[in-house]
């Protein structure tokens, strides 16, 4: 079971998610704002946290940054909005999953075990993996054990899920690879999104790889493949 961080100004949500979550044998620690997640996040450990935008002191997108730069800890972002772009600012902060009020408590939950399925999964594949490739003299350069990558000897900062899928599409270059397929294998089966969260993801990879974007081919009504160009 996993100990939960819920942070909403909304007491009414932050009861709801408690009552689901503890139900199913999780322990939860509540946060009234983002000032107050952080701070617990710094003196604390948790397995994930489920961080509303819209709150006063600090929203969930600073807290997210500043969460992120103690600790690499799954976050699902809550929002009253649909909009693309928070959806994609949550993304580039490294999000792993983007829930819209309102919500069924029991699909959170599953959104919970669906994202610690896929960190462990993912954990486990950097711990078996003892590679650096490059490409292009070393103009791009990637370090599948660290997770670590460099453009034109900079170093880059993605998303946790922005390595996800450059290291798939890395360990199958060269191969067509259909959209449901870089779904199931980078997302899991068990995601709860759509196609248009790959293509943003697409679209956020490219960004990071600046000049290098082009290695990323699209394929028209197929999906994605990463070609080595000669």
């Known amino acids: 079971m996993y100990h939960i961080l819920v942070v909403d100004d909304e007491i009414r949500i932050r009861s709801m998610i408690r009552k689901y979550a503890e139900f199913e044998g999780h322990t939860v620690t509540e946060a009234g704002d983002g000032m107050e997640a952080v701070r617990l996040v710094r003196s604390g450990e948790f397995d994930i946290i489920i961080l509303d935008i819209m709150m006063p002191e600090l929203d969930g997108f600073s807290a997210c940054r500043e969460i992120r730069k103690a ?17 994609i600012n949550g993304f580039e902060l490294g999000v792993d999953d983007y829930v819209v009020k309102p919500f069924s408590p029991r699909e959170l939950m599953l959104r919970v075990e669906a994202v610690m399925k896929r960190t462990k999964r993912s954990e486990s594949v950097a711990q078996n993996e003892n590679q650096i490739l490059e490409f292009d003299g070393g103009g791009l350069r990637v370090d599948l054990t660290a997770r670590i990558v460099y453009v034109a000897g900079k170093r880059v900062e993605m998303s946790p899920k922005e390595y996800d899928l450059l290291f798939y599409m890395l360990r199958n270059r060269n191969v067509a690879l259909d959209r449901e397929r870089l779904i199931r294998d980078v997302w899991g089966y068990d995601f709860f999104g759509d196609a248009r969260t790959l293509d943003t993801h697409i679209k956020l990879l490219r960004k990071s790889l600046g000049k290098y974007s082009e290695y990323i081919v699209t394929l028209r009504g197929v999906g994605y493949r990463f070609e080595e160009l000669k």
């Not at 600790?71 to 959806?87: F, Q, T, W």
């Open 71 to 87: 600790k690499n800890i799954p976050i699902i972002m809550l929002s009253a909005r649909g909009e693309e772009y928070d959806k």
